[in-house]
Nanobody
């Protein structure tokens, strides 16, 4: 059974840092492009960052220069390092594994990040 399990969320003050982790089960990680998305209260889910199987990355303009996505293929894990957090970064963060050509599109259950003083 395919699973994506996120961890690392929590409460942090503005300007602080958090690192989110997403561990994928099975052979999913080796064939999927990975991404982090977020959904703030009352808003639509939005892309935060993606990392392809080959390592190329892309970021939303709102997080460029503050967030870094990376993957450890040996651990089947993708990370999101979040620095200089702002209150507007408050959201539930979701991990996604996708490879449309293979019919792959899985989501984790999410981890809550709250940025508040």
């Amino acid at each position: 059974q395919v699973q994506l399990v996120e961890s690392g969320g929590g409460l942090v003050q503005p300007g602080g840092s958090l690192r989110l982790s997403c561990e994928a089960s099975g052979s999913l990680f080796s064939i999927a492009d990975m991404g982090w998305y977020r959904q703030a209260p009352g808003k639509q889910r939005e892309l935060v960052a993606t990392i392809a199987r080959g390592g190329s990355t892309a970021y939303a303009d709102s997080v460029k220069g503050r967030f870094t996505i990376s993957r450890d293929d040996a651990k089947n894990t993708v990370y999101l390092q979040m620095n200089n957090l702002k209150p507007e970064d408050t959201a539930v963060y979701y991990c996604r594994a996708a490879r449309p050509a293979f019919g792959v599109d899985y989501w984790g259950r999410g981890t809550l990040v709250t940025v508040s003083s």
